[in-house]
């Protein structure tokens, strides 16, 4: 059984405490995941970022497709909307991974 994608944005104050949290290099495909650092996640109300930023970096996503490439790894990541859209990230940026039911 699969992990449900949230619909819902996370916002900066969210700590994952039920989750555990990974290295990008260490990601796998079937991961629901979200950007651990909230530095690097948008607010609605708070940060000057268009909607487009809020819609990547501040909900959980699937992981599919995944590759390795020295410092990157790339993903397609799957929205609770079915949006998708090859990302390239650094393999040091951690992510909180949903449990598995």
């Given amino acids: 059984m699969s ?6 944005f996370v916002g900066k104050n ?6 555990a949290k990974v290295t990008s ?3 796998e495909p079937g ?3 979200l950007l651990a650092d909230p530095r690097n996640r948008y607010e609605p109300n708070r940060d ?15 992981v599919t497709e995944i590759e ?7 993903f397609v990541p799957v929205y609770s909307d079915g949006a998708l859209r090859c990302r390239f990230y650094n393999k040091r940026i951690e992510w909180f991974v949903r449990p598995r039911p």
């Fill in 3 to 8: 992990t449900h994608i949230p619909a819902r």
């Fill in 14 to 19: 969210y700590k994952g405490r039920a989750c």
């Fill in 25 to 27: 290099d260490n990601l």
């Fill in 31 to 33: 991961m629901v995941v």
């Fill in 48 to 62: 000057p970022g268009s909607m487009h930023n809020q819609r990547v970096t501040s909900r959980w996503c699937r």
């Fill in 68 to 74: 390795q490439r020295g410092d990157t790894t790339s």
